[in-house]
């Protein structure tokens, strides 16, 4: 296998792309050609460019893996993930969120196709916005845990994300919500997650959810701090006490907000979102992932 290893250096855990590119460096067995970002889009332009290469190598965090698919030849080339940022919830689902583990995967790791979110959001001035996507979309409590967690809780690292959810206090908005079936009704949410891993940062909040299934799980939150506080420590312990408002799968959903919301995909902020299509592509793309 011959690898483009493309690297973040500005991902959520300080340092810690830098470290992964030292020992990735170290391994005399593994044929990878290094390139570093320098801003936004950096990755995508890369994997666009890498043509010459059996796969891509994404060093960094569900940020970097969403750029890194934007431009990946997924019909003809595998992602690999070497995880180094704030959630990783990608790389927990395929058992990679140890560094040595990930780097053991690129030796021995065998290779799964993984279903991923075609994602398009319309913003209030008539913009639309694409994505491909491998894990997360959220408006509400979500995205404001994310914003806490980068802006005011980076410190904790790893930890970030978890310590931002025990503080941030749900938010109440209306939006409309429907799938593939047809027009929902218009309720009032403190969160709406899309989700196609079972993780959301350290939390496995979809505790069903698999990468292959050909469907996107769906969670509706609706509930005050104090029962949020609940609903995620139950969470963290492994139950299913206190569990969200509604929980349910489908191949594609669409949320309309009836005021334009900010838009968390896998890590990028979209601002002044007033719809978004969600659809489920199954098996698309190959990756490696963990020894069994």
Same mark, same amino acid.
């Given at each position: ?17 830098g470290r992964l590119l030292q020992r990735l460096r170290a ?7 290094? +390139? ?5 889009? &950096? ?6 460019? *890498? ?15 969403? $750029?890194?698919?934007?431009? =990946? &030849? @997924?019909?003809?080339?595998? =992602? ?19 560094? &040595?583990? +990930?780097?053991? *995967?690129? @030796? ?35 995205? $404001? ?14 930890? /970030? ?35 196609? #891993? ?11 959810? #698999? ?39 489908? *191949?594609?959903?669409?949320? $309309? ?7 968390? +995909? ?7 979102? %007033?719809?978004? #299509? /969600?659809? %489920? ?7 490696? #992932?963990?020894?069994?």
């Amino acid at each position: 296998m011959k690898w483009l290893a493309i690297a973040n250096p500005a991902a959520g855990r300080a340092h810690e792309a830098g470290r992964l590119l030292q020992r990735l460096r170290a391994m005399r067995d593994i044929d990878a050609t290094i +390139a570093e970002t320098r801003q936004p889009g &950096d990755a995508t332009r890369m994997a666009r460019a *890498a043509a010459g290469f059996d796969g891509v190598i994404a060093i960094g965090g569900d940020g970097t893996v969403a $750029e890194v698919l934007r431009g =990946l &030849d @997924r019909a003809t080339q595998q =992602l690999a993930v070497l995880p180094a940022g704030h959630g990783n919830c990608l790389a927990r689902d395929l058992g990679l969120a140890e560094p &040595d583990r +990930a780097l053991d *995967a690129l @030796r021995h790791g065998v290779t799964q196709p993984l279903d991923l979110m075609d994602v398009l959001a319309t913003h209030d001035d008539g913009r639309r916005t694409a994505r491909i996507l491998a894990s997360t979309l959220a408006f509400g409590y979500v995205t $404001e845990v994310v914003m806490c967690g980068r802006e005011r809780l980076a410190g904790f690292g790893r930890y /970030a994300y978890a310590a931002a959810a025990m503080v941030v206090v749900p938010k109440r908005f209306r939006a409309r919500v429907a799938g593939a079936a047809g027009h929902g009704a218009d309720r009032e949410y403190t969160g709406l997650v899309i989700n196609n #891993t079972a993780h959301l940062a350290n939390f496995r909040g979809f505790p069903d959810a #698999t990468l292959t299934d050909g469907q996107l799980d769906v969670m509706e939150l609706a509930h005050g701090w104090p029962r949020q506080l609940l609903h995620n420590a139950s969470v963290l312990a492994g139950s299913r006490c206190w569990g969200p408002a509604a929980m349910r799968q489908a *191949a594609m959903e669409h949320v $309309e907000p009836s005021q334009p919301l900010t838009l968390m +995909a896998d890590g990028e902020l979209l601002h002044r979102v %007033c719809a978004v #299509t /969600a659809t %489920c592509l199954p098996g698309a793309v190959r990756c490696i #992932t963990a020894v069994a």
